[in-house]
């Protein structure tokens, strides 16, 4: 119980933990078990391959991270831009 709160909402874990550690091991260690996951380390040539590989997925992670973070950014600007100045009824 959290901050003299009462009830399973007020619990950090929520009201099910079991189920909770279920979801986080299914989305954290399922994904190991895909094909193209098992596939990516067979694919290994050499040493120098890793290496550009890692380069490159780094690039390629902060271009969609920061695309995603700039639409997001310009779509709450350009919405405030629009609806400034309007009053509800």
């Not at 079991?18 to 596939?39: C, D, E, K, R, Y």
């Not at 890793?50 to 350009?78: K, M, N, P």
Request: include cysteine; hydrophobic fraction near 45%; charged fraction near 15%.
């Amino acid at each position: 119980v959290a901050m003299g709160q009462k009830g399973a909402f007020a619990s950090f874990f929520g009201p099910d933990p079991l189920n909770l550690l279920g979801v986080i091991v299914l989305t954290s260690l399922g994904t190991w078990g895909l094909p193209q996951m098992i596939h990516k380390f067979y694919a290994i040539k050499d040493e120098r391959s890793i290496q550009s590989g890692t380069v490159i997925s780094t690039f390629f992670a902060v271009i969609v991270s920061g695309g995603c973070y700039f639409w997001e950014a310009s779509e709450g600007f350009l919405t405030r831009r629009k609806f400034m100045g309007r009053t509800e009824a």
